[in-house]
C-alpha cells in the first residue's frame, strides 16, 4: 500500500473558485483510483489560493490481475460442419491472445457461443495514474476558466507546477508544458522558491517548513481565533462569507487590529460596515455593549514582521476609503430624496420594461394608505445617490436614512428601509404592514413584467433572479391569509398595459408561484402527497394554505381519527365521480332510511376548522358505513340514483373542502 | 523615492527584461490598453514586450482637483509581455521590490479582478494586486482582444503611477507626491485638474461632442475601407473619448447607451481585423527567429 499525493500549483486562484475546484478534485481522485482498479483508503485535501492537493491513503501498488470471459462468434459460426474451428474461431483466440483450444462454449444470451478468457495482468498504480491525472486536471471545471502563455490548456488560473507521488516515488506525466514531480513552492513573501517533498506522507510538514497552511479547515479556525483575540476586549462579528473569502486569500493568516478616526463614524454605520466588509474585507469590531468601534480586524498574508507597517498601510487605505464615503455622503444630502424622484426616468428598469418612473408610478397603484403611498413614491429614489450607486446593497438602507434627515415621518423611513427585504434566503423580513405591501407589490410587479415578457426562469437559468423574488414573496405572505396572492398577482399583472399576454403570463406565474411554494413546504420536511393535497386546492391565501397543512398533519397524527375521516371521504368519493355535478341532494327525495340520516347528518355538520373539521367529518362515519353496505347506491330508478349519488358527492366535498384529499397516500 | 525616479527605475527594470521602452500614444484615451503599443501588438501570434507611461483620461472621475484619489487624468505605467511568461508574477514582485516595495514589509495580495473592455470587445482574467490593503496593480492575461482570441496568451500590468507614489511617499494626496525635489504633482496638475473638470461636467457641449462622435466614426470608416489601420484607429480613440465625455457630462441617456457601445465595439473589431490581415500579408515578420529554432 503507498500513499498517493497530488498537488496542482498555481497562480492565486478566485476564492469564489477555489473551494468547488477542490471539491471536484476530492471527488474524482478517489473516483479515477476505483475506475483503475486500484484499492484505496480515505483522501485528505489541502488547499490555498496557491495550491489544490489531495493525498490518498492505502493506495494498491499495482491493479489486481483481471481475468474476463469475452464473448466470441456463436458456435454455429465458430465450428465448421467437420467440427474443427473456423476461420471466425481461429481470428477471434488469436485476438484475445488465447490459444483455439483454450476457447470454451458457454450459453449466452439464448445461445451458445466461443468464449475466451482474457488475462490482463495488473499494472503498476503509477503507471497507470500517470496516463490518468493529466485529463483529470485539465477537467476541473472553473466559472470562468482561461488560457495562458502559448499553451491551450484552461484552468482556472495559470498552473506553474504539478506534484504527483506516490510515497517517495514521482509519478512522472507531462500536462501542457510542464511535467510533473516533486518540487512545489512555499509561501510567495516568507519561503519563496522551490521546496522538494521527499513523499507524499511528508506533504504538511514540507508546507509547514514553507510557511504555508495547507488545510483549509485549520486555516480558516486559525482566523476566527486570531480576528477574536485581535479585537479583544471588543468583539467583531464574523461574517462566515467574509471568513470564506479570506481564507481563499491567504496561505499564511496573520489577523490583526487597526483604528480609524472617530470622526469617520458620522457616516451611517451600514456604510462604514459595507466600506470595510466589501471594499477592503475587513471584520468590523463593536464594543461589548454592540456600538461599532472606530477599529477593524484585517488579515495579512505574511507573519508578524513589519506588522506595524502593514497596518499603518491598512489604517491609511481605510481613511481613503471612508473620506469617499463621506465626500458620497455629503453629496447626496446635498439634495432631498423627493427630488431626485422625477430623474427616476432616466434609470432603466429592466430590458424591455421600461423605466424606473414608470415602474414607482405601478407600485403605487398596487398598494394603498398615506404611508405606503408616499413611502413607494420614494423608495427607488435612492439608487440615484452616489452611496447606492457604489454599494447596490445600502439600497433601501440609505434611502430610510435620507428620507429621515428630509423630515420624511418614521413609518414612510422605516417603509422605503423595509421595501428591499428580505435580502436573502433567510434574510429579516418587513415588520410594518406599509413596509410588507410594498416589499411585496415591488416582488409582483418584478414577476409580472419579467413573465409578460415571457421571461420564465428554467432548470439552470434564472438571469432576473426571479426565483428568488418568489420565495421572498411567499416567506412574506408565510403566515399571513391577506392579501390573496392570487389577487394580487392579477393586480400586479394588470399593472402593465401592452406588454405581452396577461392571459399567458398569469397561468405561468401562478404555476411558478405553486412550485415555489410546494418547493418550500417539501424543504420545511412537509410529506409530499400532503402538501400535494393542500396546493390541490384552488386557494391563493398562503398562510392558509401552511395552515392546512399543518391541520393535515394534526389529523394524521391521530390515527383513529384519521381513519375515520379518510374512509368517509374515501368510500363516498369512490362514487361520487358518478354524480352529476348539476344534480342536487334533496332529503325529501330520500329513500331510504340510511339515506335520509346521512342526509340529515350531514346538513348539521358544523363547518370548523382543522381537527374540530376532521371530528365532524369522521362524526358521519356510521351513517356513511350504513349507507354503502346497506343501501344500493347505483339504484335501477333514475331520479334515486341520482339523489343518492349527489349526497355522496357533497359528503366527500365537505371532507374535502380544505385539501384534495385524495392525493393523501396511506 | 520621488515620480520621475520611480518612472526611470521601472523603465531600467523592464527594460532589463527585453521591453522595447514606448512612449505615450498622442490621441487622447481612457487606458493604457488602447495605446496601439497594446491594443493591436497582443494580437496574432507575433512576440512583443513592451512598456510606457500613458496617460489616462477619465472624465467620469473629474473632481475639480479636490478629491485624494481621484483625478481627471492620472498617469498608468504599462507592461505588456507576450506570451505571458512562465515567472510573470515573480518579475511583477521584483519590480516591485526595484522601486522599494519589498514583499516581506508589506502584505501583497493577488485578488480576483476580471477585466473587461466591452466596447473593445476585449476581456481578460487576473487580479487586482493589493498591497496593505490598497490596490496598486490591475494583472490580465488577455484572453480576446477586439474580438479576436489572444493567442498567444499576453500578460498585462497596469499601475496607477499616482496613487502608488503616494504610497511609497507616504503622502495621503495625490497632488503632495513629489515629482522630483522642490515640485510637486499638485504644481504641475492641479490647476489643469480643475479645468477639466469644470469643462468636462459642466461646460462640454454634448451637441457638438455628439457630432464629433459620429464625424469620427464616419471617417474611421473610410479609412478602414482603404485598409488604414493607423489612422482609422486614431478615430476610434477619438469617439472612445468623446463618449466618456458626453458619459461624465450626463448627455447619454440610458436607453442611448447600448447603441454607442455597439458602434464603438463594431469599430474596435473592424480595427482589429484590419491590422491582424495587414500584419498576415506581412508574413508576421516578428516572428523572425522565434520559431526557426523552436
Known amino acids: 500500500m503507498a500513499e498517493l499525493l497530488l498537488e496542482i500549483g498555481t497562480e492565486e486562484l478566485p476564492a469564489a473558485a477555489a473551494p468547488s475546484a477542490l471539491a471536484q478534485l476530492a471527488e474524482r481522485l478517489p473516483a479515477l483510483l476505483a475506475d483503475l482498479r486500484l484499492e484505496h483508503g480515505a483522501a485528505t485535501a489541502f488547499g490555498t489560493p496557491r495550491r489544490l492537493a489531495l493525498r490518498v491513503a492505502g493506495v494498491a501498488e499495482r491493479q489486481p490481475d483481471l481475468e474476463e470471459w469475452v464473448r466470441g462468434p456463436s458456435r454455429a459460426v465458430g465450428f465448421g460442419p467437420d467440427g474443427a474451428p473456423s476461420r471466425a474461431a481461429l481470428g477471434f483466440a488469436r485476438g484475445q491472445g488465447v490459444d483455439p483450444s483454450a476457447l470454451e462454449i458457454r450459453p449466452a444470451g439464448g445461445g451458445e457461443y466461443l468464449f475466451a478468457l482474457r488475462r490482463t495482468p495488473g499494472r503498476p498504480a503509477g503507471e497507470v495514474l500517470a496516463e490518468r491525472l493529466p485529463a483529470l486536471i485539465a477537467g476541473i471545471d472553473f466559472p470562468r476558466s482561461m488560457r495562458w502563455g502559448e499553451g491551450d490548456l484552461r484552468f482556472g488560473r495559470p498552473i506553474r507546477w504539478i506534484v504527483a507521488l506516490l510515497d517517495s516515488d514521482t509519478v512522472p506525466f507531462v500536462l501542457g508544458e510542464l511535467s510533473s514531480g516533486r518540487t512545489t513552492h512555499g509561501h510567495r513573501t516568507l519561503a519563496p522558491g522551490p521546496v522538494e517533498v521527499a513523499s507524499a506522507s511528508a506533504y504538511e510538514a514540507a508546507m509547514a517548513t514553507a510557511c504555508v497552511m495547507a488545510d483549509p479547515a485549520a486555516r480558516a479556525e486559525h482566523i476566527r481565533a486570531g480576528v477574536a483575540a485581535a479585537a479583544a476586549p471588543a468583539t467583531a462579528r464574523i461574517d462566515e462569507g467574509l471568513l470564506a473569502e479570506v481564507n481563499w486569500l491567504v496561505e499564511h493568516p496573520t489577523p490583526f487590529l487597526g483604528e480609524f478616526p472617530k470622526e469617520a463614524l458620522a457616516v451611517p454605520e451600514a456604510v462604514l460596515v459595507e466600506v470595510m466588509r466589501v471594499q477592503q474585507r475587513y471584520f468590523p469590531v463593536r464594543s461589548p455593549e454592540g456600538r461599532l468601534a472606530a477599529q477593524f480586524c484585517g488579515v495579512r498574508d505574511g507573519n508578524g514582521e513589519h506588522l506595524a507597517t502593514v497596518i499603518a498601510g491598512n489604517e491609511r487605505v481605510l481613511r481613503a476609503r471612508f473620506a469617499d464615503a463621506r465626500f458620497f455622503y455629503d453629496e447626496d444630502r446635498k439634495r432631498t430624496l423627493a427630488s431626485r424622484v422625477p430623474e427616476l426616468g432616466r434609470v432603466t428598469f429592466a430590458e424591455g420594461l421600461g423605466d424606473m418612473g414608470a415602474k414607482v408610478a405601478r407600485l403605487a397603484r398596487l398598494v394603498s394608505g398615506p404611508t405606503a403611498q408616499r413611502a413607494a413614491h420614494l423608495c427607488k429614489a435612492d439608487r440615484l445617490t452616489h452611496l447606492v450607486d457604489e454599494f447596490p446593497e445600502l439600497e433601501g438602507t440609505m434611502g430610510a436614512h435620507y428620507a429621515q434627515l428630509d423630515g420624511e415621518p418614521a413609518d414612510v423611513c422605516q417603509a422605503i428601509g423595509e421595501h428591499v427585504l428580505p435580502r436573502a434566503a433567510g434574510g429579516d423580513l418587513p415588520q410594518s404592514q406599509a413596509g410588507r405591501d410594498l416589499a411585496l407589490g415591488d416582488r409582483l410587479d418584478n414577476l409580472a413584467g419579467h413573465f409578460l415578457l415571457g421571461r420564465v426562469p428554467t432548470g439552470s437559468a434564472d438571469p432576473f433572479g426571479l426565483r428568488r423574488q418568489a420565495i421572498a414573496v411567499l416567506r412574506i405572505l408565510r403566515e399571513r391569509s391577506e392579501p390573496d396572492l392570487g389577487q394580487a398577482m392579477s393586480a400586479a399583472i394588470a399593472g402593465y398595459s401592452g406588454v405581452g399576454d396577461p392571459a399567458a403570463a398569469s397561468r405561468e406565474v401562478r404555476r411558478f408561484l405553486r412550485e415555489r411554494l410546494r418547493g418550500l413546504m417539501i424543504e420545511a420536511g412537509h410529506r409530499y402527497d400532503l402538501v400535494d393535497a393542500v396546493l390541490g386546492a384552488e386557494e391563493w391565501r398562503v398562510g392558509e394554505l401552511w395552515a392546512r397543512l399543518a391541520s393535515l398533519e394534526a389529523i394524521l397524527a391521530e390515527p383513529a381519527l384519521a381513519d375515520d375521516f379518510l374512509t368517509v371521504y374515501r368510500r363516498c368519493a369512490n362514487l361520487a365521480t358518478k354524480a352529476d355535478p348539476d344534480a342536487k341532494f334533496r332529503l325529501e327525495g330520500a329513500s331510504a332510511v340510511e339515506e335520509e340520516a346521512l342526509g340529515r347528518a350531514l346538513l348539521a355538520a358544523p363547518h370548523l376548522e382543522g381537527l374540530a373539521h376532521a371530528r365532524a367529518v369522521a362524526s358521519l362515519r356510521p351513517a356513511v358505513d350504513a349507507l354503502l353496505d346497506r343501501v344500493l347506491i347505483v339504484a335501477p330508478e333514475p331520479a334515486v340514483r341520482a339523489n343518492r349519488l349527489a349526497l355522496l358527492r357533497d359528503v366527500a366535498a365537505f371532507a374535502a373542502r380544505f385539501a384534495d384529499l385524495g392525493r393523501v397516500v396511506a | ?294
Open chain 2, 1 to 294: 523615492m520621488d515620480f520621475q525616479d520611480m518612472i526611470l527605475t521601472l523603465h531600467r527594470f523592464w527594460a532589463d527584461r527585453g521591453c522595447m521602452l514606448a512612449q505615450p500614444y498622442d490621441v487622447e484615451k481612457g487606458a493604457g490598453t488602447m495605446n496601439p503599443a497594446t491594443f493591436f501588438r497582443c494580437l496574432g501570434p507575433e512576440p512583443w514586450r513592451v512598456a510606457y507611461v500613458e496617460p489616462s483620461r477619465r472624465p467620469a472621475d473629474a473632481r475639480y482637483g479636490e478629491n485624494p484619489n481621484r483625478l481627471y487624468q492620472h498617469w498608468q505605467y504599462q507592461v505588456m509581455l507576450k506570451p505571458s511568461p512562465a515567472d510573470v508574477l515573480d518579475m511583477y514582485l521584483d519590480s516591485l521590490a526595484a522601486i522599494g516595495i519589498r514583499r516581506r514589509e508589506h502584505d501583497i495580495r493577488f485578488v480576483e479582478d476580471n477585466w473587461e473592455w466591452p466596447a473593445g470587445g476585449a476581456w481578460g482574467l487576473g487580479w487586482e494586486v493589493w498591497c496593505d490593503g490598497m490596490e496598486i496593480t490591475q494583472f490580465t492575461y488577455f484572453q480576446q482582444v477586439g474580438g479576436l482570441e489572444v493567442r498567444p496568451v499576453a500578460a498585462e500590468i497596469t499601475i496607477g503611477l499616482e496613487r502608488l507614489a503616494s504610497f511609497i511617499q507616504g503622502v495621503p494626496d495625490v497632488f503632495a507626491v513629489q515629482w522630483l525635489p522642490g515640485l510637486t504633482y499638485g504644481d504641475v496638475y492641479r490647476r489643469t485638474e480643475y479645468e477639466q473638470s469644470v469643462y468636462a461636467l459642466e461646460l462640454a457641449d454634448a451637441d457638438l461632442l455628439r457630432r464629433h462622435f459620429d464625424e469620427s466614426e464616419a471617417e474611421a470608416g473610410r479609412a478602414l475601407a482603404r485598409g488604414l489601420v493607423a489612422p482609422a484607429y486614431d478615430f476610434v480613440l477619438r469617439c472612445s473619448h468623446l463618449f466618456n465625455v458626453l458619459d461624465a457630462r450626463g448627455a447619454v441617456a440610458p436607453a442611448q447607451r447600448a447603441a454607442y457601445m455597439d458602434r464603438m465595439r463594431g469599430l474596435t473589431r473592424r480595427a482589429a481585423a484590419a491590422y491582424l490581415k495587414v500584419r498576415e500579408e506581412m508574413g508576421f515578420p516578428l516572428l523572425k527567429g522565434v520559431r526557426a529554432d523552436g
